[in-house]
């Protein structure tokens, strides 16, 4: 950013502390950050904690938080049931090298919500459950190929890169074997006829997708299309995969499997599952997962898969899924974090449309994103209509423009990702909706001030 922006001047005055780190962090870090998407320009803020729907820098800012541990926060930070879940099982040791009690109630809990879930296998992250996934689906069916629609994230190992934010064309990304990327196809988002023609030649193993589209329906999918792709992938022989890392008891207490009726073959989740923790699992059909079976893999005549890690199923991870998910379970989280999104939606959407702007504020159940109209369509903020705007047009906004809105929002106290999108959750409240609205109108006047908008 340039040195004479009046946004970035404040931000460097309001953190200093922050500021401080991220020289430091240059040195340790490509590009100073430890996840892409924590990338800001010149830098992000540096968080000492976190309480309720809220943050801390380590300069004593204080933050609406919108980011929401990358949407793994439904009951916001430090939910009082949940640490005191962590520091007990913490207490008690964090690696045992063997079995414990509470893998056995963690899954109990996961498929009492989920009931697709006939067996469970923890993992200890989101990429990891995908990868099983995919392994378990290709291994049980036979075929070779992968089919993911584009856009979608499912994570960063090496069948999930291309086609994600770049090489839309199917080819390798760097690191990536040529044959890994061959073995994807790539389909366009909410075409039932182009997935119906690519899985017609019989090779397809398994479709992977996140069930309302892209980025938690930045790019949506309409939930009709879900169940026609249900029945498409039963007709051709094909499993169906949903990533419910993060719509998994979010969208639902049953996920979004649960909210449109659709029943997977394969589930994984992350994020949530975990309660904020480092964990993740794999679950469907007994027939797929008895592939990880040592008895049953064989008497079916197959290989068993092999599958460890040392932090799979970990007590502190189980403790706080545990805990957390008992709670999501009784459906009083989830209905206030949709409840408090819909009016945050309407506000904002105020905002823009009392401004003047032809931008729009959008999404489902607890999620919104911030559209800033790239190639200029005639939109009015409360009558936007996501599912006619292509794919391009959420993917590639204005880079600039994105990166000091968010900065600016920051300055007046709110933290979205860097999609300008974001999470709420059972600890937000109707003052945080008007306080995300007085920094929207705070920040867009600024934008008008440098130039920008």
């Known amino acids: 950013m340039a040195s004479n922006s009046r946004i970035v001047a404040a931000w460097r005055d309001r953190t200093p502390g922050s500021?401080?780190?991220?020289?430091?962090?240059?040195?340790?870090?490509?590009?100073?950050?430890?996840?892409?998407?924590?990338?800001?320009?010149?830098?992000?803020?540096?968080?000492?904690?976190?309480?309720?729907?809220?943050?801390?820098?380590?300069?004593?800012n204080r933050y609406v938080d919108f980011y929401g541990g990358h949407g793994a926060l439904i009951l916001g930070h430090a939910h009082p049931e949940v640490t005191a879940a962590i520091s007990a099982a913490a207490a008690e040791g964090t690696q045992f090298g063997a079995s414990h009690p509470r893998e056995v109630l963690w899954a109990a809990q996961i498929r009492?919500?989920?009931?697709?879930?006939?067996r469970i296998r923890f993992t200890s992250s989101g990429t990891e459950a995908t990868l099983m996934a995919v392994r378990l689906a290709r291994a049980f069916t036979g075929r070779p190929k992968l089919l993911r629609f584009k856009g979608h994230f499912h994570g960063w190992h090496d069948h999930m890169t291309t086609g994600f934010a770049s090489h839309f064309d199917?080819?390798?990304?760097?690191?990536?074997?040529?044959?890994?990327?061959?073995?994807?196809?790539?389909?366009?988002?909410?075409?039932?006829?182009?997935?119906?023609?690519?899985?017609?030649?019989?090779?397809?193993?398994?479709?992977?997708?996140?069930?309302?589209?892209?980025?938690?329906?930045?790019?949506?999918?309409?939930?009709?299309?879900?169940?026609?792709?249900?029945?498409?992938?039963?007709?051709?022989?094909?499993?169906?995969?949903?990533?419910?890392?993060?719509?998994?008891?979010?969208?639902?207490?049953?996920?979004?499997?649960?909210?449109?009726?659709?029943?997977?073959?394969?589930?994984?989740?992350?994020?949530?599952?975990?309660?904020?923790?480092?964990?993740?699992?794999?679950?469907g059909r007994k027939d797929i997962l008895d592939l990880l079976d040592f008895t049953a893999a064989p008497a079916a005549g197959r290989e068993k898969i092999g599958h460890q890690g040392t932090y799979n199923a970990n007590p502190v991870a189980a403790a706080a899924g545990i805990a957390c998910l008992r709670i999501v379970e009784r459906g009083e989280a989830t209905a206030h974090?949709?409840?408090?999104?819909?009016?945050?939606?309407?506000?904002?959407?105020?905002?823009?449309?009392?401004?003047?702007?032809?931008?729009?504020?959008?999404?489902?159940?607890?999620?919104?994103?911030?559209?800033?109209?790239?190639?200029?369509?005639?939109?009015?903020?409360?009558?936007?209509?996501?599912?006619?705007?292509?794919?391009?047009?959420?993917?590639?906004?204005?880079?600039?423009?994105?990166?000091?809105?968010?900065?600016?929002?920051?300055?007046?106290?709110?933290?979205?990702?860097?999609?300008?999108?974001?999470?709420?959750?059972?600890a937000h409240d109707a003052a945080d909706v008007a306080e995300a609205a007085r920094a929207l109108r705070a920040s867009v006047r600024m934008l008008r001030e440098e130039g920008e908008v």
Request: glycine content about 12%; aromatic content about 6%; overall charge negative.
């Open 19 to 60: 500021a401080e780190l991220a020289r430091e962090a240059a040195g340790l870090f490509p590009s100073g950050i430890t996840h892409d998407a924590r990338l800001q320009d010149p830098y992000g803020p540096y968080i000492a904690r976190g309480q309720g729907g809220h943050k801390w820098d380590v300069d004593g």
């Open 112 to 118: 009492r919500m989920v009931p697709s879930c006939e």
């Open 170 to 283: 199917g080819s390798a990304t760097p690191g990536v074997l040529a044959g890994v990327a061959e073995g994807v196809v790539l389909a366009p988002p909410g075409d039932l006829e182009a997935t119906e023609r690519l899985l017609a030649g019989g090779e397809v193993a398994a479709v992977i997708l996140e069930p309302t589209g892209a980025s938690f329906g930045q790019v949506p999918l309409r939930p009709e299309f879900l169940r026609a792709l249900r029945e498409a992938t039963e007709r051709h022989g094909t499993l169906l995969i949903m990533d419910e890392v993060v719509t998994g008891f979010r969208i639902a207490p049953g996920g979004a499997q649960a909210a449109f009726g659709v029943r997977p073959d394969l589930s994984t989740f992350a994020k949530i599952v975990a309660g904020g923790m480092p964990g993740a699992a794999v679950g």
């Open 337 to 426: 974090a949709d409840a408090v999104a819909a009016e945050m939606r309407a506000a904002l959407n105020m905002v823009l449309a009392e401004e003047g702007l032809p931008w729009a504020v959008y999404g489902t159940s607890s999620g919104f994103h911030l559209f800033l109209n790239p190639a200029r369509r005639d939109v009015t903020p409360e009558r936007f209509d996501p599912y006619v705007v292509p794919m391009e047009e959420f993917k590639t906004p204005p880079a600039r423009l994105v990166s000091r809105l968010r900065l600016a929002l920051l300055l007046h106290g709110v933290d979205v990702n860097g999609r300008l999108s974001g999470f709420t959750s059972a």
